[in-house]
């Protein structure tokens, strides 16, 4: 089977959907039967592109002004797209939402319904062109892939389809994601002027969806004496809508207990995540909660909100808080700090649990969609 992906995403910094388009790749060569040709946007490949780092298009932020600039784009992605069918592709994947035009079987992964349950953490024009096109390309697809049973439940349930249509293949987690001796990342943890399993860890998007405002809100609570000892770093680029927590933050990191530490590399990001006392990953909605996967593996237990998908990723191994509630975050953070038996046990869980995900099961359901789509 040659399978066209459409890899555009790649060609912006890798968070959630671009980890998932690289590692989905590189997973798939492994399958015997599937060769996949990239569509970059403007033209093909066969390898992957280098990872990009915040920058990359200094004209993303003015195109979301301009009226019409997403219509416009996916009209010059369709033309090149149709012109790169002597490629001679079986089957087109789309892996992030709405897919483009092709005459022949088409698979979609369905991440989320984010657009249904929290509008407003979408910009205006991109949530005009998911309402317009979604639907429509559910339809298209004769494979629908989820993440997450929990997706493939909403999904069925709102647009009407039945459950053969969907096939649920849950994400891995990269190599880079394991147990590390402090030793081995003491020059990342100096950097950042931190000791290992001192520190508290947020990992996203700085956008509201992510609620990061509830982990610096449930910092604020802790003494005194425990922030300065147990400080919450906080990676990832900054998101549509930031704004709206911008001054909660410039209070914490005035305080000194909090650090804003950016986007960074993914080895950088590994090695933080082996080293923190727990991850604080209070999302509001998660199709699947990538990070909460990537620190269980790495021996981090993670404190995580009871939402959709990521009680179905971390199971027992979770510290479940509510949505809204600083002091039930707090004092979970304050129970990974004092009862290192409970710490250690989740621990324990946490990387009992992650041995049941790999990027090679997720690329071997993916292609088990691909030859039902293709009524094999």
Known sequence: ???????????????????YVAELVNALRNEPDVDVALFHGWGWSSALPEAAMPGYSRLTPLLRQIPGAYQARRWLEQKRFDQGRAQNIDLYHEPSLWP?????????????????????????????????????????????????????????????????RFVVAPLGVAPRFHPRQPESIDAVLKAHAVVAEEYFLCVGTLEPRKNLSLALRAHALLPEAVRQRYPLLIVGMAGW??????????????????????????????????GARALIFPSLYEGFGLPVLE??????????????????????????IE?????????????????????????????????LFSWQRCAQATAHAYRQAMGG
């Open 1 to 19: 089977m040659r399978i066209a992906l459409n890899a555009r995403i790649l060609q912006a910094p890798r968070t959630g959907i671009g980890q």
């Open 100 to 164: 483009l035009a092709f005459d022949g079987p088409t698979v979609i992964t369905l991440h989320d319904l984010t657009h249904l349950h929290f509008p407003e953490t979408q910009p205006p024009a991109r949530l005009k062109e998911i309402e317009r096109r979604l639907a429509t390309g559910v339809q298209q697809a004769q494979i629908i892939l989820t993440d997450s049973q929990a997706i493939a439940d909403e999904a069925q349930a709102y647009f009407g389809l039945p459950a053969e």
């Open 241 to 274: 809508q930031r704004e709206q927590f911008s001054e909660e933050l410039r209070r914490a990191l005035a305080s000194g207990h909090v650090c804003l530490l950016g986007y960074l590399p993914d080895e950088q990001v590994a090695q933080l995540l082996a």
């Open 295 to 320: 620190a269980m593996a790495s021996g981090t237990p993670v404190v995580i909100t009871r939402s959709s998908a990521m009680p179905e990723v971390a199971a027992g191994a979770g510290n479940y």
């Open 323 to 355: 949505a809204d509630d600083a002091q039930g975050l707090s004092e979970a953070m304050t129970l990974l700090l004092d009862d290192q038996a409970h710490w250690q046990a989740c621990r324990e869980a946490g990387l009992q649990q992650a041995r």
